[in-house]
């Protein structure tokens, strides 16, 4: 079989140790001083999200398998498909059982650009502050964080509702939005990719994961 890029098998072929990092916000952000001591940040885009992860002691077959498919990424140029890997990030904190149909509509994004609007769930769905969405557009994969708790009316439409990172230029009303196990678009961090052998019989992936986009 070809493999196929972003790869959608990575994250969850192994299971990750507590030295796994969840994601955070890098901020592309730098800071200038002026002589007064006024401090003037200049800020160059959206966040991206970042990871740093490290599996669980994995026996030698499946150690091998793993770091094969690892291998396939070709350093930072291969993509694959990662989000918070923590069991109550997978869905909604409102919805953790993951029963509910994963039909959510972008309607809109808000001028401010850090605001949108969610159609096509059921009547009452509940969103909470730090739960995760992600929808696709222009060939790339938005990522994004509940900022504020909302719920769906009785057309299953939300208000406009705060999410981190600020949302980029390109986005398209009725793109579907994912609820259930938000996935973000990821490279490898340059020589990031460490083996480490706990003994004969079992092993260590870790490395670190920088969101991608194509443009």
């Not at 994969?141 to 504020?148: D, I, K, N, P, S």
Request: charged share 15%; aromatic share 10%; with cysteine.
């Amino acid at each position: 079989m070809t493999v196929t890029f972003p790869r959608t098998d990575i994250m969850d072929f192994v299971d990750w140790s507590q030295a796994t990092v969840p994601l955070t916000l890098m901020s592309r952000q730098e800071q200038s001083r002026l002589a007064s001591g006024r401090t003037i940040g200049k800020d160059f885009g959206s966040a991206l999200w970042f990871g740093d992860f490290t599996s669980v002691p994995l026996p030698a077959p499946l150690a091998l398998q793993f770091e094969a498919m690892m291998a396939s990424l070709d350093g930072v140029i291969g993509t694959f498909e990662c989000g918070d890997m923590r069991e109550d990030a997978q869905y909604p904190a409102a919805h953790s059982n993951g029963g509910f149909m994963d039909t959510g509509i972008l309607v809109g994004v808000g001028a401010d650009n850090k605001t949108l609007a969610i159609s096509g769930l059921m009547a009452g769905f509940k969103l909470t502050v730090g739960d995760y969405l992600a929808f696709d557009y222009a060939g790339n994969r938005a990522l994004h964080r509940v900022m504020e708790t909302n719920s769906a009316n009785n057309v299953g439409t939300t208000a406009y509702f705060e999410v981190r990172p600020h949302i980029r230029a390109g986005w398209v009303a009725g793109a579907p939005v994912t609820l259930k196990r938000p996935r973000g678009i990821f490279n490898l961090v340059p020589s990031s990719l460490k083996l480490a052998m706990n003994d004969s019989y079992s092993s260590t992936v870790s490395f670190q994961a920088i969101q991608a986009f194509s443009s």
